[in-house]
């Protein structure tokens, strides 16, 4: 479900072709909102849940308000709804340009239309490994032929407990028969 976030005075608008789209002023925010004071840094997520959105206030300063209403935790908002972030009010509307070309993001560059929600699950993948068609065992798994040797190798020929770096450390050597 294409949307976006119409200024309802001033700004660029915000497309939603995300899941989440991240407002704020740091710029690893989706849409990032320069033209006001009142904007925090990570200020709100808008994100599409079940094909409803829902306003997340990020623990802004300034707050989130929907249709006058603040944003104490997150809201549902729906199309036609005023969206005020900071300062800065929006109009939450369907985006007649999706089939069309691409909008950009608030002081973002274009980014690709956004596609329609499918209903459908996306298809299934071919497994990049086939599982071996030997037998496997329950204390070791991995595949184990009859043939395999699981004997313990022979000891390296250094006696148990001797200190094998020359330090001075605290090593108490076992005693050798």
């Known amino acids: ?21 991240l407002v704020g002023r740091h710029p690893d925010c989706d849409a990032v909102i320069l033209n006001s004071r009142k904007i925090s ?28 209403t603040r944003v104490e935790n997150q809201a549902p908002v729906g199309f036609g709804d005023e969206l005020m972030i900071g300062d800065v009010r929006f109009l939450l509307e369907a985006d007649k340009n999706a089939a069309g070309k691409p909008r950009a993001t608030a002081d973002k560059a274009p980014i690709s239309a956004a596609k329609p929600l499918s209903t459908e699950p996306p298809p299934r993948k071919k497994a990049l490994v086939t599982p071996p068609q030997s037998e496997l065992s329950m204390e070791f798994p991995v595949p184990i032929d009859d043939d395999d040797d699981f004997s313990v190798p022979p000891p390296s020929g250094k006696a148990v407990g001797m200190d094998t770096d020359g330090g001075d450390d605290e090593f108490i050597p076992v005693k050798e028969d």
């Open 41 to 68: 840094r990570k200020h709100c997520a808008v994100a599409l849940v079940n094909n409803h959105f829902v306003v997340r206030d990020l623990g802004s300063m300034n707050g989130v308000w929907v249709n006058g």
């Open 1 to 21: 479900m294409p949307a976006v976030l119409v200024p309802i005075e001033q700004g660029k608008p915000i497309v939603l072709d995300k899941p989440i789209v």
